[in-house]
C-alpha cells in the first residue's frame, strides 16, 4: 500500500551564506538573516517567568520556525503551518496562517497548532543575539510570553549556496559500500509538471546518507532532496520530503 504526498507544494530555498552577527547586541533581523537558519525553541516562559510546557510536548521534536522567500514556516506541530510574515517596526507580522488538516491523536500535540500560532499572530517583538556561535532569536508577546530560539545553520548556509532538486527512489534493502557499513541503494527518478513519473529511471548505487532521512528496513522511498555540491568531496543530500513510502510487493 503506497501513500502519496503532492509534488507540486512550494519549495522554498533560501540562498545564502553564512553571515555572522555583527555585534553581540540585539538587532532586529533582516530577512537574509532569518532564511539562514532553522530556529528551534529552546525555552518559553509566561509574564510569571514559569516555562510554558503546553509548548514542549515533544521534546525530541522541539516546534521550529523557518523564513524564507517572504515567508514564515512553523514545523514539528501536528500540522504543517505556513504564510507571509514582514517585520515591521521591530515586531514580527505575521499573515494568516495555513494549517494542513490532520488531527493528533496526542491531546497536548492536538493543540499545540493553535498555542503557537496565537502567539505569532500577537504580532510580537522580534530580536536576534548571538552567544557563541550559535544566533539566538526571542519573540517576545504584549501578554508577556518570551519564546527563544536558537539558530541552526540551514544546509544553504552550510554548503554556501543553493543546491539542486533531485528525487530518489530508495530501494526497501540496503546494501554494502564502505568498508561493509551498509549504504541506501538509490536511484534517480524524474517527474513532469503535474506530478506524475516521467522519463527512464536512472542506474541503481549506493549511497551512504540522506541527511534527514532515516530508512526502514523492508520500506520503499521516494524522496525529494537538494543535492549540494562539496568540493573535492563528494556530493551532500539532504533530505526535502518523502514523496511515495510502501512496501514492495512479494
Given amino acids: 500500500m503506497r501513500r502519496h504526498l503532492s509534488l507540486l507544494l512550494p519549495f522554498a530555498v533560501a540562498a545564502c551564506a ?137 544546509a544553504e548556509t552550510r554548503y554556501g549556496g543553493p543546491g539542486t532538486t533531485e528525487f530518489l527512489e530508495v530501494a526497501a534493502r540496503t546494501v554494502p559500500c564502505q568498508q561493509s557499513q551498509p549504504c541506501l541503494d538509490v536511484r534517480e527518478v524524474h517527474y513532469d509538471a503535474n506530478g506524475l513519473k516521467t522519463g527512464t529511471p536512472g542506474d541503481w548505487h549506493a549511497l551512504p546518507a540522506i541527511e534527514g532521512y532515516t530508512h526502514q528496513a523492508g520500506v520503499h522511498d521516494v524522496v525529494r532532496v537538494k543535492r549540494y555540491a562539496s568540493g573535492n568531496a563528494s556530493a551532500a543530500y539532504v533530505l526535502d520530503m518523502v514523496v511515495e513510502t510502501g512496501t514492495p510487493k512479494p
Fill in 18 to 154: 553564512s553571515m555572522p552577527l555583527a555585534a553581540a547586541d540585539a538587532t532586529t533581523p533582516d530577512p537574509a538573516l532569518l532564511a539562514g537558519y532553522h530556529w528551534r525553541l529552546v525555552l518559553a516562559t509566561d509574564h510569571d517567568g514559569q516555562r510554558i510546557d503546553a509548548l514542549f510536548v515533544r521534546p525530541d521534536r522541539p516546534l521550529q520556525l523557518d523564513f524564507a522567500n517572504g515567508r514564515l514556516s512553523v514545523r514539528n506541530a501536528c500540522n504543517g503551518i505556513g504564510g507571509s510574515y514582514r517585520i515591521a517596526d521591530g515586531q514580527l507580522v505575521v499573515g494568516p496562517m495555513m494549517h494542513t488538516m490532520m488531527a493528533c491523536r496526542e491531546p497536548g500535540l492536538n493543540q499545540l497548532d493553535g498555542l503557537i500560532d496565537q502567539r505569532l499572530a500577537s504580532r510580537p517583538a522580534i530580536e536576534v543575539t548571538r552567544h557563541g556561535d550559535a544566533p539566538q532569536l526571542q519573540l517576545r508577546t504584549a501578554a508577556g510570553d518570551t519564546l527563544d530560539f536558537t539558530g541552526e545553520p540551514t
